[in-house]
């Protein structure tokens, strides 16, 4: 063994002759090449016989491993001893020289042998357990340097600690960590000590007092660049990343400056002074990428004159408040100062808002990317955080909310904003804050609830009309009757089963008995299913489509194989359980799309064109001479039969023709009627035998290609050749250049036969959502004659009346006072806002109402342009685009302040725009420059001055309105809010552990309006009236 034995080394051995860590390998010995562990019974045997040295070393079970393990190289600690601050002689330092110990040890047990080895009389040291400090050198530390430092100052008289928590000692920092902040039982493979790590062993005098500084109390934490978790020495500015060393500070600086929150504000803000060159708040803000939203609500927060000026004078300095949790210790506060500062005092075009976005994006995360946001979040997120930040009451007390149910006792009005004051006074709450009172009634038990509460931003709704104007034609099966077209003004979201029982009060038809179908000019679109709303059916006018409501064949709709079957369908409408993506337990309804409108299964409904020949082209050309007719048959029906059926549903248009053609008019005028008497008594089949004389099931092939005499022919639409450019064979004729073959004049083939050979193709849709798209089973007639003496003509198809509809379904013509009254009355809360009510004990869509009862000098009125709708499967939002009209002065707000004695006024002074869509667009603002005394557009960069009669637009988005007795020279005492010296909060008592969750005062949940939802939870300072878009 004593090749493999390192006798060079030169350490710190113990007097125990059994110790192992006495011994040592030589480094890179591989077992089983250069040595093998054995158990001590093999050992005994071959050093009785061989003799050697013994290598004993202890086994172990790992902690993620069940198997024994040996450690055979132990850990090597390199030390340097100290001498104590008596005797601190540069000559005394030991040379650096090497402890073994095992990796599973604890720093206790390290600590232990340091002191059982050391002791030893052969290298003359002398220390207790547990009186010296163990250091770890920073490889980039200079040790040389610091112990020189520390030699110098302890020449001097030491300066005393000025905390607990810290020894101040000689007053030089070590260069490195001290290990004894892990603690006694920190194990030594995990506080990742390197072989080449010196540590650094520290001895006190006699008085215990130490050389270097010693921070008692450092956090163990993840250092920001390097990701260990070690004692952190050194911490950036701003508080929100930490370090294990300066040079891992260092390295980070380039990736962490972009994040960097910390603002030196006798740095940053004493260039900002007022000169003759300063742009007085004409100062544009840079787009960083997708923040003209934030431009333009920082540009309406700077011309809020009142809030400027008391940054200007840097009022909010001594108001700072550095306690609150729910604030950033006057981050928002320093970085909105400097940002105002460099909008009135500096003399350059534009300035980037960086530090500001990147404080407010550190508290809010919406708004620390890229992506576009809604300007009124940002104003109420920025008022949130200033009035965290300068909010002057340090300790919030729980105060308990005053509530009555009385709807005529304002009796609580007062005390409530009283203790609102009590948690909440700041230069935001003296500017924007009022008051409203909440009414709340339950339709169960009708009782009321009457909360009083503070707002700092009134969303307003926008009046819509919530019916959708359908332009219906009502077409008779009867080829006789004329069409009927009207307006039906109906509820967005009323049914297609309300839809049909208006149906029958207007046209006076069977509920049941038409087909609902949606026609572009003279194509068939699709049919309406009898799931879908009427506002969806709506929609399609926009891209002039309308409805028409088909009747069915009064033969097949009252026939008596129909008796009952849509009453059996609703009672196969049935409630069943399944299992969501979630793995919940829901109910789901099972039924049917309308589109068979009940009708037996054996009938089969298809598209029939009816169509002309256009012989002026080159090539003829098929002409539509009307709109698609929807028709049903048996599928059982042979195609022979198909075509008396075809016949019948025409013969009003051929019976004239006959007469015409066998009985010319220059003979008699009486004989014609005789023969139109004749011909009318006739059965279906005989007519028809003499319209198509001479065609039978052998020879109609033959009769349908070389007659011209015949009235029409009866064609399948070929699905394969729909698209005209590409040549498929012909599911009906196998034919590759098929135009359309002929139907055959036969008893052998039913439709059912037909209609099956589309059935699993592709471009088959043949089932009960085939109309969505024109490929599919489907029939044409294609009319011989097309001249001016043809029977048909388009007065039989078009419409009796022409009916026009007025575009859209909102109010055109809107004011603010419009939107001022929908706020304030009363409303019936959805599904989704129920409110419980304390004395049913029950969840209930309870009516709400609104009333202002304390008008604030500053008053935000947020238009709500964005509302959320239903696309099918997937929901969206809608921007209403109409022109709300409200005064540049004297907006009389008198009317909706409960107990106004006298006129409450305000006046225009900034307004924040957005144009374009609810995905995407851009905001702008307007603002009324005090300085200036003119309005002015902000466009990210670009200022410029505005005619005032442009401010009222489709684009006003968030209005600014100051109240008229508010001075321009602000007295800030004057506005301030305090609560009367003989007023008493209920301050509630709190015992440990039973403190409430959460904070009111939290602005946890933005309004998400812009992205369509508006009526989702707010903050409890945004006042945003539910539902009233919806």
């Not at 009906?732 to 050979?757: L, R």
Request: glycine content about 6%; overall charge neutral; some cysteine.
């Amino acid at each position: 063994n004593k090749e493999i034995i390192d006798e060079t080394k030169d350490f710190y051995k113990s007097s125990d002759l059994e110790d192992i860590y006495n011994t040592i390998l030589k480094p890179e010995m591989r077992e089983h090449f250069e040595y093998r562990i054995i158990n001590e019974g093999q050992w005994n045997l071959l050093f009785g016989k061989y003799g050697g040295v013994a290598v004993k070393r202890e086994k172990f079970r790992d902690e993620y491993s069940s198997f024994m393990k040996v450690e055979v190289y132990f850990h090597r600690l390199n030390l340097i001893v100290l001498p104590d601050r008596d005797d601190f002689d540069l000559r005394k330092i030991s040379l650096e020289k090497s402890l073994f110990c095992s990796k599973r040890w604890n720093l206790g047990r390290v600590r232990e042998r340091i002191t059982n080895v050391l002791t030893d009389q052969r290298y003359g040291f002398k220390f207790e357990l547990e009186k010296f400090r163990l250091w770890k050198l920073e490889p980039s530390g200079n040790l040389q340097s610091a112990l020189n430092q520390a030699a110098e100052a302890l020449k001097k008289t030491p300066e005393p600690s000025n905390s607990d928590d810290v020894e101040i000692n000689s007053g030089v920092e070590f260069p490195g960590v001290p290990l004894d902040i892990y603690g006694k039982n920190a194990v030594i493979n995990k506080l990742e000590l390197a072989l080449n790590d010196r540590i650094i062993i520290e001895l006190p005098n006699q008085k215990g007092e130490y050389v270097f500084k010693y921070r008692k109390n450092l956090e163990i934490k993840k250092c920001e660049f390097c990701y260990n978790k070690r004692p952190i020495l050194v911490s950036c500015k701003c508080g929100d990343v930490h370090y294990c060393s300066q040079r891992c500070k260092v390295k980070d600086e380039v990736y962490h400056r972009d994040k960097c929150t910390a603002i030196d504000i006798d740095e940053e803000l004493s260039k900002y002074q007022k000169t003759a060159n300063s742009n007085m708040g004409l100062t544009g803000l840079q787009n960083l990428g997708n923040t003209c939203f934030m431009n333009s609500g920082l540009q309406c927060l700077s011309n809020t004159w009142q809030l400027s000026k008391y940054f200007l004078t840097d009022l909010y300095l001594p108001e700072i408040n550095t306690e609150n949790k729910l604030g950033m210790r006057g981050k928002m506060a320093h970085s909105f100062a400097k940002l105002i500062k460099a909008l009135w005092y500096d003399s350059e075009r534009s300035v980037a808002p960086w530090d500001l976005k990147k404080v407010l994006g550190k508290q809010y995360t919406t708004f620390c990317g890229f992506s576009q946001q809604d300007s009124q979040e940002l104003i109420s997120a920025v008022l949130d955080a200033l009035h965290e930040d300068l909010n002057r009451v340090k300790i919030k007390p729980y105060v308990e909310q005053k509530t009555t149910d009385d709807p005529n006792d304002d009796s609580a009005k007062d005390p409530s904003w009283y203790n609102f004051l009590a948690r909440n006074r700041s230069i935001i709450v003296d500017l924007f804050y009022g008051q409203y009172k909440s009414i709340l009634q339950c339709p169960l038990c009708y009782k009321y609830s009457i909360t009083f509460d503070p707002f700092s931003v009134v969303s307003l709704p926008v009046p819509q009309d919530t019916k959708t104007r359908l332009i219906v034609t009502y077409v008779p099966y009867s080829m006789k009757k004329k069409l009927i077209r009207t307006v039906m003004a109906m509820e967005r979201d009323a049914s297609v089963d309300e839809l049909r029982e208006q149906l029958v009060e207007t046209f006076g038809v069977k509920k049941y008995g038409s087909l609902l179908s949606i026609i572009a000019g003279r194509s068939l679109e699709r049919l309406v299913g009898r799931n879908e709303r009427v506002g969806t059916i709506g929609k399609y006018q926009e891209k002039n489509a309308h409805l028409f409501v088909q009747e069915i064949n009064p033969k097949y709709f009252d026939g008596a194989e129909n008796v009952g079957v849509r009453e059996k369908m609703e009672e196969e409408k049935k409630v069943k359980k399944a299992v969501n993506m979630y793995g919940e337990t829901i109910e789901s309804l099972v039924s049917r799309e309308d589109y068979n409108n009940g009708l037996a299964d054996d009938l089969i409904k298809f598209p029939l064109n009816i169509c002309g020949i256009d012989r002026s082209w080159s090539i003829p050309k098929r002409d539509v001479k009307t709109f698609t007719r929807v028709l049903y048959t048996k599928k059982s029906c042979t195609l022979k039969q198909l075509h008396l059926e075809i016949f019948a549903f025409l013969r009003p248009l051929f019976e004239e023709e006959l007469v015409h053609r066998e009985s010319p008019y220059e003979e008699s005028k009486e004989i014609p009627s005789k023969k139109q008497v004749e011909y009318s008594s006739m059965s279906d089949e005989a007519l028809f035998g003499k319209v198509f004389a001479g065609m039978n099931e052998e020879n109609w092939k033959k009769t349908v290609m070389t007659s011209k005499e015949l009235p029409y022919v009866l064609n399948f639409v070929n699905v394969r050749d729909y698209d005209s450019y590409s040549k498929k064979k012909c599911y009906y004729c196998n034919e590759y250049d098929c135009g359309n073959c002929p139907v055959p004049f036969t008893s052998e083939i039913t439709v059912g036969d037909m209609a099956g050979k589309l059935e699993g193709k592709k471009e088959s849709l043949y089932s009960d959502r085939l109309y969505h798209d024109p490929k599919c089973f489907k029939l044409e007639v294609i009319l011989n004659k097309n001249d001016d003496k043809a029977i048909i003509s388009k007065s039989n198809f078009e419409p009796v009346e022409a009916v026009k509809m007025k575009a859209g379904t909102a109010k055109t013509e809107l004011s603010i006072y419009d939107c001022l009254d929908s706020f304030v009355e009363w409303e019936t809360l959805d599904k989704d806002n129920l409110w419980y009510c304390p004395f049913c004990k029950d969840s209930v869509a309870a009516k709400k109402k609104f009333e202002f009862t304390r008008a604030p000098p500053v008053l935000v009125l947020h238009l709500k342009r964005f509302k959320t709708s239903s696309r099918g499967r997937f929901m969206g939002s809608d921007r209403l685009n109409n022109l709300i009209d409200f005064p540049l002065t004297d907006l009389d707000f008198t009317r909706y302040l409960k107990g106004a004695s006298s006129p409450v006024l305000y006046d225009l002074y900034a307004v924040s725009n957005h144009y374009g869509s609810t995905g995407f667009g851009h905001y702008t603002a307007f603002a009324w420059n005090q300085e200036r005394k003119g309005w002015y557009q902000f466009d990210d960069s670009r200022v410029s001055s505005e005619d005032a009669r442009k401010v009222c637009s489709t684009a006003a988005y968030v209005l600014f309105y100051k109240r008229k007795d508010i001075a321009e020279s602000v007295d800030f005492a004057g506005i301030r809010q305090e609560i009367p010296e003989g007023y008493k909060v209920p301050v509630v008592e709190l015992s440990k552990g039973n403190k409430p969750k959460g904070d009111n005062d939290v602005m946890n949940t933005m309004s998400s309006e812009r992205d369509g939802m508006a009526d989702g939870k707010v903050n409890n300072t945004t006042l945003n009236n539910k539902n009233r878009n919806n």
